[in-house]
Structures are given as structure tokens and as C-alpha cells.
């Protein structure tokens, strides 16, 4: 069995804008106090955690080769239909955006084929709106 790769980005709240996580501080508990973002500018700072919003890898990629993260938003080719990338039970899935299929496996290497993605949750809401 490989390994996916662990990684993480972050939407830094105070400036509206994803950035690169460079390390993650935990306390004794093993909840995380504060974070290194590498912003941009390339500038460094210690953020806390409630100014942050942590998205995770999922290990895949889409169609066109863009790393797919929790909190992206992708279209699916051929049903023409929106979804958000969500942590769902056990694994990655597609969140539908109102009465469409749900993907609740991101895993299905057919259904990889026809992902791009199209924006995330935070710098596109809008992608999410109903019509």
C-alpha cells in the first residue's frame, strides 16, 4: 500500500487569501495552537488558529493535473454538475451543490478522470450558489 501525501493549505481570514502552511504547532492535547504560513510575498508569521481555515490534500489530482484539496470546488465532466471536495465519513467525496448525484467516494479513478477543478469555497462562494 503507498502512502498519500500528507499536506495542507490554509485560508488565512485577516487577509482573504490561500496560503502555503509551512509547519503546524500542536499542544500537549495534539490540537494545533498556531501555524506557519508561507504567504505569497513569501513573508512568514506565526497565525493562530482561529484566523485560519485548514484544508487538507486529498492525494489526487484532476484531469488536468491540479492537486485537489478539501474545500475545492469541482465540475464533473459529463454530468455538468458543481460539487465541493468535503471530508465525508471515511474518505474523500463530492458534496453536491443542491439535488445533484452525490460522489461520496473520491477514490474511483474514472470519476478522477473527469474532475477539473474550478475554483474553492472561500476565494469562489459563488460557485456553490444555487441558479
Given amino acids: ?12 481570514k485577516p487577509y482573504k487569501q ?17 501555524v506557519l504560513i508561507e504567504e505569497p510575498f513569501y513573508d512568514r508569521r506565526i497565525v493562530e488558529a482561529d484566523e ?6 486529498t492525494g489526487l ?12 470546488v ?6 455538468g ?4 471536495v468535503e471530508w465525508i465519513r471515511s474518505g474523500f467525496g463530492l458534496e453536491p451543490r443542491y439535488n445533484s448525484p452525490r460522489y461520496p467516494v473520491l477514490g474511483n ?16 462562494p459563488e460557485l456553490l450558489e444555487e441558479k
Avoid: P
Fill in 1 to 12: 500500500m503507498t502512502m498519500r501525501e500528507l499536506k495542507v493549505r490554509a485560508w488565512y
Fill in 18 to 34: 490561500m496560503c502555503q502552511v509551512e509547519s503546524l504547532r500542536f499542544d500537549e492535547n495534539g490540537v494545533y495552537t498556531a
Fill in 52 to 57: 485560519i481555515v485548514i484544508e487538507q490534500f
Fill in 61 to 72: 489530482k484532476d484531469k488536468n493535473g491540479t492537486e485537489i484539496y478539501e474545500g475545492d
Fill in 74 to 79: 469541482v465540475k464533473v465532466e459529463g454530468d
Fill in 81 to 84: 454538475e458543481i460539487y465541493r
Fill in 109 to 124: 479513478v474514472e470519476l478522477r478522470k473527469k474532475i477539473e477543478v474550478i475554483g474553492n469555497i472561500h476565494e469562489n
